[in-house]
């Protein structure tokens, strides 16, 4: 029994030895090779294990859509849906939208109903500004008020946040509802004290009208 054990183990040890010699001999490639296909091999039993069925339900849904074109018919028939609403588009310039009261547009300068301008110079609406787009210069008078003699403002600059409007103590600088004011040269954008006084001359109407609805929220 002993001669028989020792030859068993014997047997075994030659062949670890023989397999770690046939290791030792095989290049980096083909192990490299064997290490990668065992990988692979590894992967796709686990992906094979994590696909789920489809059911017959879904094929025979999926092969309809196919078959009957069910797609491009709910495409036609959406086309035709919008087809047939109302116009929505307007044709300017001839058709105008709605503008709100609270539209800020062209800048303007407004008197008092006597013809004298509101503008008291406090140049608040100069501070207020956060493109320094305004400059004033001011002076008093011989009856002792406080009036400008320079009001201008770079419209290249104004981000028209509304904030000189609602600086003024006086609503004497207001944003119109006026947006057509497209120029070709840079220069025409420098608004000057006779410009802004002119366009609140223009939409006196309009912006009084605006002021007093909007009287509730300011």
């Given at each position: 029994?002993?001669?028989?054990?020792?030859?068993?183990?014997?047997?075994?040890?030659?062949?670890?030895?023989?397999?770690?010699?046939?290791?030792?001999?095989?290049s980096?490639?083909?192990?490299?090779?064997?290490?990668?296909?065992?990988?692979?091999?590894?992967?796709?039993?686990?992906?094979?294990?994590?696909?789920?069925?489809?059911?017959?339900?879904?094929?025979?849904?999926?092969?309809?859509?196919?078959?009957?074109?069910?797609?491009i018919?709910?495409?036609?028939?959406?086309?035709?849906?919008?087809?047939?609403?109302?116009?929505?588009?307007?044709?300017?310039?001839?058709?105008?939208?709605?503008?709100?009261?609270?539209?800020?547009?062209?800048?303007?300068?407004?008197?008092?109903?006597?013809?004298?301008?509101?503008?008291?110079?406090?140049?608040?609406?100069?501070?207020?500004?956060?493109?320094?787009?305004?400059?004033?210069?001011?002076?008093?008078?011989?009856?002792?008020?406080?009036?400008?003699?320079?009001?201008?403002?770079d419209?290249?600059?104004?981000?028209?946040?509304?904030?000189?409007?609602?600086?003024?103590?006086?609503?004497?600088?207001?944003?119109?509802?006026?947006?057509?004011?497209?120029?070709?040269?840079?220069?025409?954008?420098?608004?000057?004290?006779?410009?802004?006084?002119?366009?609140?001359?223009?939409?006196?109407?309009?912006?009084?009208?605006?002021?007093?609805?909007?009287?509730?929220?300011?």
């Amino acid at each position: 029994a002993r001669a028989t054990m020792s030859v068993m183990l014997a047997s075994v040890a030659s062949r670890r030895s023989a397999l770690v010699l046939a290791t030792s001999k095989t290049s980096p490639a083909c192990l490299s090779f064997i290490v990668g296909r065992s990988m692979s091999t590894a992967q796709e039993r686990k992906d094979q294990d994590n696909i789920l069925p489809t059911s017959w339900t879904v094929i025979l849904d999926r092969s309809s859509q196919i078959f009957f074109l069910t797609e491009i018919w709910r495409a036609i028939w959406l086309a035709g849906e919008v087809a047939m609403k109302p116009k929505v588009t307007i044709n300017y310039p001839y058709e105008k939208g709605y503008l709100s009261p609270r539209f800020r547009g062209e800048h303007a300068l407004r008197r008092y109903p006597s013809g004298d301008e509101r503008c008291i110079a406090c140049k608040l609406c100069e501070a207020a500004c956060p493109a320094q787009a305004i400059t004033i210069d001011a002076e008093e008078r011989e009856d002792g008020a406080r009036r400008t003699t320079r009001y201008d403002i770079d419209m290249t600059k104004c981000i028209y946040c509304g904030y000189c409007q609602e600086a003024c103590p006086v609503d004497a600088i207001v944003e119109t509802q006026n947006f057509e004011f497209a120029t070709e040269t840079h220069e025409e954008l420098l608004y000057d004290k006779e410009k802004l006084l002119s366009n609140g001359d223009k939409w006196e109407t309009q912006i009084a009208k605006n002021l007093l609805s909007e009287h509730l929220y300011r």
